[in-house]
């Protein structure tokens, strides 16, 4: 608990200038954290990840994290599609197996471009951008101290023995009054609309949270890294945030393209 602390005490200050800062500071920023984090996932995957996959990844990776600081995040199908196409050949090369081509797909989509999704949200939709980190921190938050001292019934035993079905009602709860705060305050065009976004997004970002748990315990692993002392790898603390962060930009997208 210890190391935790002082792990959370030193990097929190550095996280918050960096995305109010903004800019390239965030686009470096959401790079790396994409590399770690699929270099994590494909540590997890095992033998289902071979080296020029890792390799591949890294290279869309970056071409997708410039492509969306140049304000072209039109390529991102695009990228997808060359990632398939690339694998396919790798398949019928006998170089890899499907399942590792297809699970690499997943991968992009999962981490790079979520990653991405947090910096075009900061450049294209700012008022949003902070939705991302209040909707996923007040419900990881709050589901944890509403389970802790409420939770009775188990929300997914076999997946997440400690969550709770009073605490996911709890990060819910405290999650769409910390949104309706900041609507009310920086973001009042949003009007009710709020309450379903804010309801949903705590969803999105437990399933996300669970489903990373979920990941771990099928790879029969404890944490993705060890790169944040006490807290694991990049992705044990990004898990909802990658979930949240889509949700967030298609909101956003919706929001601004069709004036709810």
């Given at each position: 608990?210890?190391?935790?602390?002082?792990?959370?005490?030193?990097?929190?200050?550095?996280?918050?200038?960096?995305?109010?800062?903004?800019?390239?500071?965030?686009?470096?920023?959401?790079?790396?954290?994409?590399?770690?984090?699929?270099?994590?996932?494909?540590?997890?995957?095992?033998?289902?990840?071979?080296?020029?996959?890792?390799?591949?990844?890294?290279?869309?990776?970056?071409?997708?994290?410039?492509?969306?600081?140049?304000?072209?995040?039109?390529?991102?199908?695009?990228?997808?599609?060359?990632?398939?196409?690339?694998?396919?050949?790798?398949?019928?090369?006998?170089?890899?197996?499907?399942?590792?081509?297809?699970?690499?797909?997943?991968?992009?989509?999962?981490?790079?471009?979520?990653?991405?999704?947090?910096?075009?949200?900061?450049?294209?939709?700012?008022?949003?951008?902070?939705?991302?980190?209040i909707i996923s921190m007040f419900t990881d938050t709050f589901a944890y101290f509403s389970g802790y001292f409420f939770g009775k019934h188990k929300l997914s035993p076999n997946l997440s023995p400690?969550?709770?079905?009073?605490?996911?009602?709890?990060?819910?709860?405290?999650?769409?009054?910390?949104?309706?705060?900041?609507?009310?305050?920086?973001?009042?065009?949003?009007?009710?609309?709020?309450?379903?976004?804010?309801?949903?997004?705590?969803?999105?970002?437990?399933?996300?949270?669970?489903?990373?748990?979920?990941?771990?315990?099928?790879?029969?692993?404890?944490?993705?890294?060890?790169?944040?002392?006490?807290?694991?790898?990049?992705?044990?603390?990004?898990?909802?945030?990658?979930?949240?962060?889509?949700?967030?930009?298609?909101?956003?997208?919706?929001?601004?393209?069709?004036?709810?």
């Amino acid at each position: 608990m210890k190391t935790r602390i002082i792990s959370a005490i030193v990097l929190l200050p550095l996280l918050i200038f960096i995305l109010i800062k903004g800019g390239y500071y965030l686009a470096i920023f959401t790079f790396f954290c994409a590399l770690i984090g699929i270099n994590e996932f494909c540590n997890a995957l095992k033998e289902y990840s071979s080296k020029q996959t890792k390799f591949l990844l890294f290279t869309m990776t970056f071409f997708q994290m410039l492509a969306v600081y140049k304000n072209e995040e039109k390529f991102t199908i695009a990228f997808i599609f060359i990632l398939l196409f690339l694998q396919g050949a790798m398949v019928v090369l006998e170089k890899i197996k499907p399942f590792e081509a297809a699970l690499s797909i997943f991968t992009f989509c999962y981490i790079s471009i979520s990653m991405s999704y947090i910096y075009l949200l900061s450049e294209e939709y700012p008022k949003f951008f902070w939705y991302v980190f209040i909707i996923s921190m007040f419900t990881d938050t709050f589901a944890y101290f509403s389970g802790y001292f409420f939770g009775k019934h188990k929300l997914s035993p076999n997946l997440s023995p400690k969550k709770t079905i009073e605490g996911a009602i709890g990060g819910i709860v405290f999650c769409l009054l910390a949104c309706y705060l900041y609507a009310h305050f920086y973001h009042q065009d949003m009007g009710y609309i709020i309450i379903p976004f804010a309801i949903i997004g705590s969803i999105v970002s437990q399933i996300g949270d669970i489903f990373a748990s979920a990941f771990k315990r099928q790879m029969q692993i404890k944490d993705y890294g060890n790169l944040i002392p006490g807290h694991g790898g990049i992705l044990d603390r990004a898990d909802s945030i990658i979930f949240t962060a889509s949700y967030v930009y298609i909101t956003a997208m919706l929001f601004d393209n069709f004036n709810f």
